[in-house]
């Protein structure tokens, strides 16, 4: 079975400090991709990050990184320095194959409230 | 430049009514799909559709029927409304390439069941 985990429902943090949000998947398929999007309080999805099962490499993009590890099944997602910009809720996504296509699904998401 | 663009934006309805959601692009997308988001429960899959013509069930297609009639058209319909439909549904697409590449979203439509 597919599954995505984001343990952390909530998460404050004063602006300026560093978060991690935590993504742990399950999935039995050696191909996969895993997504990162975000969810500002006006309600549309962003879309962050994708990364496929084979490329191990960790990324970097500004003020976010992200960091696989296939040997602990975690895709987490750091970010630096926070702003007030950053408060949203954070979706760590599986695309896995399926009946044809890739279907994607979804943990049920962190909230990250940055304080000024 | 619309994108992804769900019709109607909001909507109240009473047990038992019907009512169906629009979802539309641009963007010459081959896949569609129409999400739910709950509280706490993250987005979880309805139906979705791989081509004009085709639709298949999701994770939760119970209560729902969707038709896919046209490429840029993925519509989502409440037969009769319970109120555990009360939710945010989003519509989403992508081209149809053997990667699943980035998922482009709607901007949601909020519905409440009375």
Redo the contacts between chains.
């Keep these: 079975a597919q599954k995505v985990t984001q343990a952390q429902?909530e998460i404050s943090v004063v602006e300026k400090e560093d978060v991690t949000l935590d993504c742990v998947y399950e999935t039995r398929d050696t191909t996969y991709?895993l997504f990162w999007y975000k969810q500002p309080p006006s309600?549309?999805?962003v879309?962050l990050i994708?990364r496929?099962s084979f490329d191990e490499q960790n990324e970097i993009s500004g003020r976010y990184s992200w960091n696989f590890q296939k040997s602990t099944s975690s895709f987490n997602f750091t970010i630096t320095a926070s702003q007030v910009v950053d408060s949203a809720v954070y979706?760590c996504a599986l695309?896995y194959s399926g009946?044809?296509?890739?279907?994607?699904?979804?943990?049920?998401?962190t909230k990250l409230s940055v304080i000024p | 430049n619309a994108g992804v663009t769900q019709t109607p934006k909001f909507r109240v309805l009473k047990t038992g009514q019907s009512m169906t959601l629009l979802c539309a692009q641009d963007m010459n997308h081959e896949y569609m799909y129409w999400y739910r988001q709950d509280p706490g429960m993250g987005l979880r899959l309805i139906h979705y559709s791989v081509g004009e013509g085709t639709t298949a069930k999701g994770e939760v297609p119970d209560g729902y029927n969707v038709s896919r009639l046209k490429k840029q058209n993925f519509l989502l319909g409440l037969e009769s409304a319970a109120p555990s439909q009360t939710s945010v549904y989003f519509c989403a697409s992508r081209p149809s390439d053997t990667v699943p590449g980035e998922l482009f979203f709607g901007e949601g439509s909020r519905l409440t069941v009375l």
Excluded: D, I, V
Aim: zero cysteines; charged letters at 15%.
């Design positions: 429902t991709y309600g549309e999805l879309f994708r496929n979706f695309a009946a044809g296509s890739y279907q994607l699904t979804f943990g049920k998401g």
